[in-house]
């Protein structure tokens, strides 16, 4: 029997989202779907650092920590990809790669000595006035660049810093799909795939609908903020957000894009790979200085890398995708308090990196 009408219309959901009743739907599916509308969908977030983050170990070598890059930085924004990279380096990633416009590179190299920068990349009006075999002929030349370096990274951070240029954006594309095939993890910047979904649909992308970068590839990690989330509900689903069924919703959205994760961030991080639906509620700080968000990608993308290297010897059996936005969402937020605490209004981002490293050792102390 069930507990309540807010169950039953959870229940209503998930049934829908799996195509609807069916004499075909097994008992055990059934069962799958009471239990989900029943239980807390909060993670274990500390349990998941605990278990997945890396242990220092004098008998490893270089880059076996992590190997991260940032795809990310043009003319205007060249703090977004340093704070994505640097996040990686000090909760501690080995190497960590900017891969940025030619006019980006000197200010982030500028930022830290610790970055591997590379200007590789073009904007439009450094290529305005070519032919279109000119610009081919580049594209080649910076995915040739891209594709030296690919299988040495563990993950790629995609968007920080990226803006809107159409020439640009249409490399970073086949950057990402470079890296599909080289079975690379990619987290993807939730305003860099609202910009992919506009420009798709402007016809000046090379692919006819950008989500299919990312459809089908279980690598894959999307973070929309509550507004970029609302437009790809919007774009996928066809429906509008409702705070009522969120996991459900967020769980189907998951699964409809191929069994992607997102990391819905809000009051409350969710996260979905279209199978489970989890959040993470620990406080952070009322302070939302800009930027946060680019320190989630970059911690994302080494306790992903973590994760995912641990393999099976984790005891959890969730996606090596849902265990690094678990444990980068908390370790965000807790870094974020601590911050908050000796900063108050004044915190800004910079001030939340210097904590990444402080807050990680609290709950996995390096020896």
């Known amino acids: 029997m069930l507990a309540s009408s807010a169950v039953f219309r959870r229940q209503q ?59 990310g930085g043009c003319r205007e924004y060249t703090g977004a990809p340093y704070f994505a990279a640097i996040s990686a380096l ?32 073009e904007e439009s009006y450094n290529i305005s006035g070519l032919e279109d075999e000119e610009r081919r002929c580049i594209s080649s030349k910076i995915l040739a660049e891209v594709d030296k370096w690919m299988e040495r990274f563990d993950c790629l951070v995609v ?31 939730g305003t860099s795939i609202t910009y992919l979904m506009d420009i798709a649909q402007d016809g000046l992308f090379l692919v006819t609908n950008s989500i299919a970068l990312v459809s089908g590839y279980p690598l894959a990690v999307l973070t929309p903020n509550v507004n970029e989330y609302k437009r790809l509900v919007q774009k996928v689903l066809n429906c509008e957000v409702n705070d009522r069924d969120a996991p459900e919703l967020l769980q189907s959205l998951a699964k409809q894009i191929g069994g992607v994760t997102i990391l819905q961030k809000g009051k409350s991080d969710l996260i979905s790979d279209g199978e489970i639906a989890k959040s993470v509620s620990i406080y952070g700080s009322p302070r939302r ?17 973590w994760a995912r290297a641990k393999g099976k010897a984790t005891t959890s059996q969730m996606n090596p995708t849902v265990l690094g936005c678990i444990a980068g969402s908390a370790l965000l937020r807790k870094a974020a308090s601590l911050a908050f605490k000796d900063k108050k209004r004044s915190t800004l ?19």
Do not use: W
């Open 159 to 189: 968007g920080p810093g990226l803006g809107r240029d159409p020439y640009l954006l249409e490399c970073v594309s086949e950057i990402m799909k470079h890296a599909r095939q080289s079975n690379v993890p990619i987290v993807i910047d």
């Open 349 to 367: 981002t910079t001030d939340i990196i210097e904590c990444l490293g402080r807050s990680l050792e609290d709950i996995c102390p390096a020896c």
């Open 90 to 121: 000090k909760i501690g990633a080995d190497l960590s790669h900017v891969f940025c416009t030619k006019d980006a590179a000197p200010v982030i190299k500028s930022y830290s000595p610790e970055l591997i920068v590379h200007p590789i990349l």
């Open 13 to 71: 959901f998930l049934i829908r989202s799996l195509g609807g009743y069916s004499d075909h739907i097994d008992s055990r599916r059934m069962q799958d779907i009471r239990s989900m509308s029943g239980t807390t969908f909060e993670a274990d977030a500390e349990n998941v650092m605990r278990e997945i983050t890396s242990v220092l170990d004098p008998s490893k070598h270089k880059g076996q920590a992590g190997k991260i890059a940032v795809i």
């Open 289 to 305: 200085c800009g930027g946060q968000g680019d320190i989630l990608s970059g911690s994302v993308a080494v306790f992903l890398s």
